[in-house]
């Protein structure tokens, strides 16, 4: 059986079709803007935009203020043990996440599907070119279209 788990949405996870909200289905789901975290590491004023309004189309209660003392007063508030996490190489992520761990808080990461099931050998050095080779595949174009 699964412990009670809370689900904390990051910068990097704006999807809504994330399997963690399949494998999660029907926990809740927070995602926080820390100023604090924002000032260490800024970012434009039109990336902050775009993150905001994606998230507003995510199932999520959104907070401000200090990333861990919100999960863990919404760890109590949502009566949830367990914290699950979209996959990130977002060392700041990790770290707030190893921190929580280190307090008995157990993580589950939860990876979401590559976007393209075939490496691209050799890799090109332009995007535009390994988009060219991929598209198919991501879009899911048929033949006919």
């Given at each position: 059986m699964k412990k009670p788990t809370?689900?904390?949405?990051?910068?990097?996870?704006?999807n809504p079709n994330h399997p963690i909200f399949t494998h999660y289905?029907?926990?809740?789901?927070?995602f926080v803007f820390d100023d604090a975290m924002w000032s260490r590491?800024?970012?434009?004023?039109?990336?902050?935009?775009f993150i905001y309004e994606s998230v507003l189309?995510?199932?999520?209660?959104?907070?401000?203020?200090?990333?861990?003392?919100?999960?863990r007063e919404q760890l109590k508030a949502t009566n949830t043990t367990a914290l699950a996490i979209p996959h990130t190489v977002d060392t700041r992520i990790?770290?707030?996440a190893h921190q929580l761990e280190?307090?008995?808080i157990p993580v589950?990461?939860?990876?979401a599907p590559s976007?393209?099931?075939?490496?691209?050998?050799?890799?090109?050095r332009r995007f535009f070119q390994f988009w060219n080779r991929v598209k198919k595949q991501v879009m899911h174009k048929s033949d006919a279209g």
């Open positions: 809370l689900i904390w949405i990051h910068e990097d996870t704006l289905a029907g926990a809740p789901a927070v590491h800024p970012a434009a004023r039109k990336r902050i935009m189309e995510l199932p999520v209660t959104i907070h401000k203020g200090d990333t861990l003392a919100i999960l990790r770290t707030l280190s307090e008995g589950d990461w939860v990876r976007l393209a099931d075939k490496v691209v050998s050799p890799m090109p």
